[in-house]
């Protein structure tokens, strides 16, 4: 391997992980302003022109908190637990493809830091490795509340991963590849496939609200029931972890169902676009579409989450289980057939 | 039972319809609503810059009044601090001098006066037993502070300014 190919990855990685992080911290700066937005009120304003500077004053109040570590906790995995969280959280960017190949400097680059061949697959395990660090943090503290939320927290993600998995069948049985960047340029234009998988779509998102502990379905975290939830006995930059993973979490979110279902970096009238302005500009600018598909979506996390009130256990475990699980088959078996049929003829 | 004010209502419990079991169409309702709100006027008053405005009979902060020749009024008879529910006032009283007839109104006059304003709840009752109209609660907000110290105003922050600083 030649060390221009590494330099160009490494470059990649960091600058993915810069973004990522940045949006992280500017979505807790968004959530509060969306929030007061959606209830007549103003929000954070204070830090900076119109409170632009909040997020850096939050990571500054995180890091010059107090330490604290409770004794009678297991002091390994109570460190190892946001740690955990927020490097799950944060490999999940690792095969989303950013946008088509752009010419830099007389050399074309990949904007995607590794097209394996099971990319959603991969998505999956990393999503499902991720409640690794809530279950461990929750346990490690040795709290009751914190226990319990650890419980939720994996029994509603086991749960709903199953629904995701199953929606995601059905657009795979349309595509015909696990390629993440494939099933994005099979989305040429605005031929995205949503049109084809609304149903899928649904269930999809649905389930990536269970999945990043998200509004309705934030029972791991409800204070009313559990305090804090799995980050009770948290505090100072390791309490941020756990807030920064869950941002992070819902960034990766957003940008997957804006790959798989919302034709990531496509938009109509590309064509165009690429004959006029040439390979450099053409393909940043069907990056910039798709972070605006991005910041869309995580806009809609937090309308959603400012909109619906938490579901009941129950409520929540008959939606996943009698709910999207039985509708997510029958969707299978819709695309199968019609597939079926469309090929017969 | 007959209802009497005719204000009885039999509440019905049917049984979800499918769209209501479906949740999407309340959900989608549920978003219009919020998104509405995105584009209506914040309520918020930002406080330290901009001031709502006080009704009239509004009370904030104290003022020993003076009277038309510059005088103070106060003459530090204790009513205030005895009708205080909360205990807030304090004075100490001393006799006017010949040379400071130009000051103090009445003979007796408060040397101190000090009003603690963690202890003031705003009553008024001060207002109301003051027989020489000396004390009224016609100020701004009182501020916040950092030392309990610095809540306790004593005469350099109450009495009015003299009449000719006025003008």
New interface residues.
């Given amino acids: 391997m030649d060390t221009g190919f590494i330099i160009e990855k490494f470059i990649l990685v960091v600058v993915i992980f810069a973004i990522s992080l940045v949006i992280a911290m500017y979505s807790t700066y968004a959530e509060r302003k969306v929030a ?7 929000g954070p ?1 204070r830090a900076g022109p119109f409170g632009i500077l909040q997020p850096l004053a939050d990571g500054v109040k995180m890091f010059m908190k107090e330490e604290i570590i409770p004794t009678t906790s297991n002091r390994w995995l109570f460190i190892v637990g946001p740690g955990l969280a927020l490097l799950c959280a944060c490999i999940g960017t690792a095969v989303i493809p950013w946008g088509t190949p752009v010419l830099i400097a007389g050399k074309t680059v990949s904007l995607q830091v590794t097209d394996i061949n099971v990319g959603v697959l991969y998505i999956f395990g990393v999503v499902s490795l991720g409640v690794y660090g809530v279950m461990i943090g929750g346990w490690a503290s040795n709290n009751k509340y914190s226990l319990l939320s650890a419980i939720r927290a994996a029994s509603q993600n086991i749960s709903y991963e199953i629904a995701m998995g199953l929606s995601i069948i059905a657009l795979l049985l349309m595509t015909n590849t696990l390629s993440l960047k494939e099933i994005v340029a099979q989305q040429h234009g605005f031929n995205w496939n949503v049109w084809y998988q609304p149903l899928g779509f649904l269930i999809f998102m649905v389930c990536s609200f269970a999945e990043t502990n998200r509004a309705p379905f934030d029972l791991p975290e409800c204070e009313t029931e559990l305090i804090g939830g799995y980050h009770t006995e948290y505090s100072s930059m390791k309490l941020g972890f756990y807030l920064f993973a869950e941002y992070i979490n819902m960034f990766v979110s957003s940008a997957v169902m804006a790959t798989l279902y919302f034709g990531g970096y496509n938009y109509p009238g590309m064509d165009w676009i690429a004959a006029h302005w040439g390979p450099t500009w053409a393909p940043l600018f069907g990056t910039a579409i798709f972070f605006g598909k991005i910041v869309f979506f995580i806009f809609f996390f937090m ?2 989450r ?3 009130p938490r579901f009941r256990y129950d409520q929540l475990m008959n939606l996943g289980w009698k709910g999207l699980i039985p509708l997510a088959i029958a969707n299978i078996i819709i695309t199968g057939v019609v597939i079926a049929i469309i090929e017969k003829f | 039972m007959e209802s009497l004010s005719n204000k009885k209502k039999v509440l019905e419990q049917k049984p979800l319809s499918f769209m209501e079991r479906m949740y999407l169409p309340a959900i989608v309702k549920g978003m219009g609503i919020t998104i509405s709100h995105l584009f209506k006027k914040e309520a918020t008053v930002r406080y330290p810059e901009v001031e709502r405005e006080f009704s009239t009979n509004f009370r904030g902060m104290h003022s020993l009044k003076r009277d038309e020749n510059g005088k103070e009024r106060c003459t530090a008879c204790g009513l205030c601090a005895l009708s205080c529910p909360a205990e807030a006032i304090t004075m100490i009283a001393a006799e006017r001098k010949p040379e400071e007839k130009h000051l103090y109104r009445e003979e007796k006059y408060a040397a101190t006066y000090e009003i603690n304003m963690l202890r003031c709840i705003f009553c008024g009752l001060c207002e109301e037993a003051c027989p020489k109209e000396a004390i009224y609660l016609d100020g701004p907000i009182v501020p916040a502070d950092y030392l309990r110290k610095d809540f306790i105003y004593g005469k350099d922050k109450l009495v009015e300014a003299p009449l000719e600083m006025k003008k």
Avoid: P
Avoid at chain 1, 36 to 42: H, I, P
């Fill in positions: 007061a937005f959606l209830q007549d009120r103003l304003d309308w959603v400012w909109t619906i």
